[in-house]
């Protein structure tokens, strides 16, 4: 595959990505650091959150083989901002607190991901139930 620096993915509002290969954790990484940029958050800002978007989505890939991110815009006691909802039918979390503390994986990885994601989003929940799957919903807003 060849990498072209000026592709940008397609404008967009409210998205939905299914989360099954390699490339898809890009796509929506990518869109949304744009939709991030269109609502105006800064370049540093809209980096922090597809960063935030990558974790989810490599964790979607890693421990439960496939789901969806959301990204969406939102509004909240007047304010404007971005809204991901990660979720899977995967193994779930069977220790949610556990799985939020620095460190503490139970696959190969550093253990960093949610932990990174929370510190990375203004606001961070997880919903998860052991053999059912698992949802995450980070919200960031822009600052005025």
């Known amino acids: 595959m060849t990498a072209c620096s000026s592709w940008r993915p397609p404008r967009i509002g409210d998205v939905r990505f299914p989360i099954t290969h390699e490339p898809d954790?890009?796509?929506?990484?990518?869109?949304?650091?744009?939709?991030?940029?269109?609502?105006?958050?800064?370049?540093?800002?809209?980096?922090?959150?597809?960063?935030?978007?990558s974790e989810v989505a490599r964790n979607i890939l890693l421990y439960a083989g496939s789901g969806e991110v959301v990204i969406e815009r939102s509004q909240s006691e007047g304010r404007s901002g971005l809204r991901v909802i990660a979720r899977d039918?995967?193994?779930?979390?069977?220790?949610?607190d556990r799985a939020m503390e620095d460190g503490y994986s139970t696959g190969r990885g550093l253990g960093l991901g949610l932990p990174g994601a929370r510190r990375l989003m203004d606001e961070l929940d997880l919903a998860s139930t052991p053999g059912q799957g698992t949802t995450v919903t980070m919200s960031r807003w822009v600052r005025r």
């Open 25 to 53: 954790i890009l796509l929506s990484r990518q869109s949304g650091k744009q939709l991030a940029q269109e609502l105006g958050f800064s370049v540093v800002e809209a980096t922090m959150i597809a960063t935030a978007i």
């Open 89 to 96: 039918d995967g193994p779930g979390i069977a220790d949610v």
